[in-house]
């Protein structure tokens, strides 16, 4: 499972958050390809329980922030066909803004 029940609810909370008002919130999952050099930060989960909101780092020097599918995401696969995995370890220090402004200062995503 790509995610947990934890982090799709605090996904889907931060989502709900943001429909009543601007907001700018941590990151509560960070995924990433094991043998390729993507990087993903996602701060909410749209109602529909498959669009992700974050910031997206393909491993190309140019990160941006979007939306992505969390079910293209669970099949899509490596140059060694490993799957995206999901960062166990990561807890975010800062802002879904700040993690972009810094990623687009240096050309990639630096947790």
Do not use: C
Not at 27 to 53: I, M, Y
Not at 105 to 111: A, C, H, M, N, P
């Amino acid at each position: 499972m790509l995610l947990s029940l934890e982090i799709k609810a605090q996904l889907r909370r931060n989502f709900e958050l943001s429909q009543m008002e601007p907001a700018d919130h941590r990151p509560a999952v960070k995924l990433f390809t094991p043998d390729a050099n993507a990087t993903w930060l996602f701060s909410e989960l749209g109602r529909d329980g498959d669009t992700l909101f974050g910031l997206s780092d393909l491993g190309h020097g140019s990160p941006e922030l979007g939306y992505s599918s969390l079910a293209e995401l669970s099949f899509l696969r490596g140059r060694l066909g490993l799957l995206v995995e999901r960062d166990r370890h990561f807890t975010a220090s800062k802002t879904l803004s700040q993690y972009a402004d810094d990623a687009f200062r240096r050309g990639s995503i630096v947790t």
